[in-house]
Nanobody, 124 residues
Framework: QLQASGGGLVQAGGSLRLSCAIS????????IAWYRQAPGKEREGVAC????????YYHDSVKDRFTITSDIAKNTVYLQMRNLKPEDTAVYYC???????????????????WGKGTQVTVSS
């Protein structure tokens, strides 16, 4: 199970940290990715982190502003978002891969598990 939290309303240029609490499996064997979906737009991958090989991958639009990290002890993955822009407004989803040993080296791919989203709204 994946539980996302930390969304909210923030002004442009501000920061938010999203959390993804993992239960039912241990992160260090699997891959977690954050996806987002804005109204009227397709869902897109934002950031990916692999517990098995420590690889990370980011969407080009967030590469210099977002950081994905993990806390193995808490079995939680975080997405630190800085310098937020109105175009970052979306519902953000924490997703997971059921394949042990999966990696982010190939970029985003279809994930097996999806948690409920958390709304991020950036005002201009």
């Amino acid at each position: 199970q994946l539980q996302a939290s930390g969304g909210g309303l923030v002004q442009a240029g501000g920061s938010l940290r999203l959390s993804c609490a993992i239960s039912g499996f241990t992160f260090d064997d699997y891959t977690i990715a954050w996806y987002r979906q804005a109204p009227g737009k397709e869902r897109e991958g934002v950031a990916c982190i692999s517990g098995s090989d420590d690889s990370k991958y980011y969407h080009d639009s967030v590469k210099d502003r977002f950081t994905i990290t993990s806390d193995i002890a808490k079995n939680t993955v975080y997405l630190q978002m800085r310098n937020l822009k109105p175009e970052d407004t979306a519902v953000y989803y924490c997703t997971g891969d059921a394949l042990r040993g999966s990696t982010c080296l190939g970029g985003f791919y279809t994930m097996d598990y999806w948690g409920k989203g958390t709304q991020v709204t950036v005002s201009s």
